[in-house]
């Protein structure tokens, strides 16, 4: 039986959510029916290159320093799927929309579009583009029911809209409680309290206040608590700067870009989030498989996930100040901590595991690539 050749398409392949779910989701697709090839533009984001490439994907760099370039090259692209006979494009947020759109007018390909933002949250150049090109492709999949709602409530498209939730490997992120070697490099006592995040440092994150938070708690708390932050990006020099400002350089560390990210759940009791707005994080999921304690806003698709007091603990996004106090009730109550730990893996594992994501993926493919 042929293969059904699927082509993703994606601005980068660095350390965001969407580009960690591509190598995440081949592992688990049936590679007897599907033939999986990738196509990404900046070629200094390229750190998922090789767990796409050892789990049998077929990734090429089609460089473009800019947006200008990156939909000039769909003409390349177009001969590319000629050439592999490409059945069906994936392509993920909207520049990489807005390119496979051309080749899908081009080429007549059946093209699905994988949105993992709130439609109000973007340049209104983006949004603009975003809805005059939006019918130019089969399908939309939202990757919660808040993201599909806002494609439904600001684009109002006639093609059809779909959500797919995003999904964990649970199997990959169970926690290790043997490994201490996290807590060992940085020196942070075994029963130290740590409240960790795991995060682009882009703006609708909110690190800046994340931060305010934990000097908060430090402050009016006599528990010894460290903040461990894994990720690097835009705001990275305004974020140190605030750091120091707060006089955190002893309390609060930050590993940069990690490749592997489960030596550093393991460290962590509590994983803190204060965004301003969100899709459906993948960090938030893989904290939680982690058994992670959640202390977070109720921002876009995180409240699809969490419910307050079952699986973590939520503040409304304007009131992150908040979290401050939720976090204390935790510190201080140690039975609870433990409890929604556990939760929060049992919570994944029911309504989010990766295999159920994939198998929804491959039934979209089987039905728009007829």
């Known amino acids: 039986m042929k293969k059904i050749r699927i082509l993703h398409i994606i601005k980068s392949l660095g350390r965001g959510g969407a580009e960690m779910l591509l190598p995440e989701t081949l592992a688990l697709h049936d590679q007897s029916k599907f033939e999986f090839h990738y196509i ?23 460089e473009a320093k800019n947006n200008i370039q990156l939909i000039g090259q769909y003409p390349k692209i177009a001969d590319y799927c000629h050439s592999h006979q490409i059945d069906l494009i994936h392509c993920h947020l909207p520049w990489a929309g807005f390119v496979g759109r051309l080749v899908h007018r081009k080429t007549r390909i059946p093209m699905v579009y994988t949105e993992h933002n709130m439609q109000e949250r973007y340049h209104p150049v983006t949004k603009f583009l975003n809805k005059k090109s939006f019918n130019s492709q089969s399908l939309a999949v939202g990757v919660s029911e808040d993201v599909s709602q806002s494609i439904k409530n600001n684009i109002s498209p006639s093609i059809p809209v779909r959500t797919i939730l995003n999904g964990v490997n649970t199997q990959k992120f169970s926690r290790n409680k043997h490994d201490l070697s996290v807590r060992e490099h940085y020196n942070i006592p075994e029963n130290a309290i740590v ?21 908060n708690l430090k402050n009016s708390s006599s528990e010894e608590i460290f903040g461990l932050i894994v990720g690097a990006g835009p705001l990275e020099e305004e974020i140190m700067q605030e750091v120091e400002r707060l006089n955190l350089r002893e309390s609060v ?118």
Do not use: H
């Not at 982690?290 to 304007?318: F, S, W």
């Open 40 to 62: 990404y533009f900046l070629p200094w984001k390229d750190q998922m290159v090789q767990a796409i490439e050892e789990q049998g994907g077929i990734v090429n760099c089609f």
């Open 195 to 215: 409240i960790g995040l795991v995060s682009v440092f882009r703006f609708q994150k909110r690190i800046k206040e994340w931060l305010q938070v934990f000097r």
């Open 253 to 370: 560390i930050f590993t940069g870009l990690q490749e592997n990210t489960l030596p550093y759940f393991n460290a962590m009791d509590i994983f803190m989030m204060s965004s301003s707005f969100e899709g459906l994080p993948i960090a938030l999921l893989e904290a939680m498989s982690m058994e992670c304690a959640i202390v977070t806003t109720n921002a876009g698709g995180i409240k699809e996930v969490v419910r307050d007091e079952k699986d973590g603990l939520m503040v409304p996004v304007e009131e992150w100040e908040e979290l401050k106090e939720r976090l204390q009730s935790l510190i201080t109550d140690r039975p609870k901590l433990t409890e929604l730990q556990k939760a929060a893996r049992e919570r994944v594992i029911t309504e989010f595991s990766l295999q159920v994501m994939t198998k929804n993926l491959e039934q979209a493919y089987m039905e728009f690539s007829e």
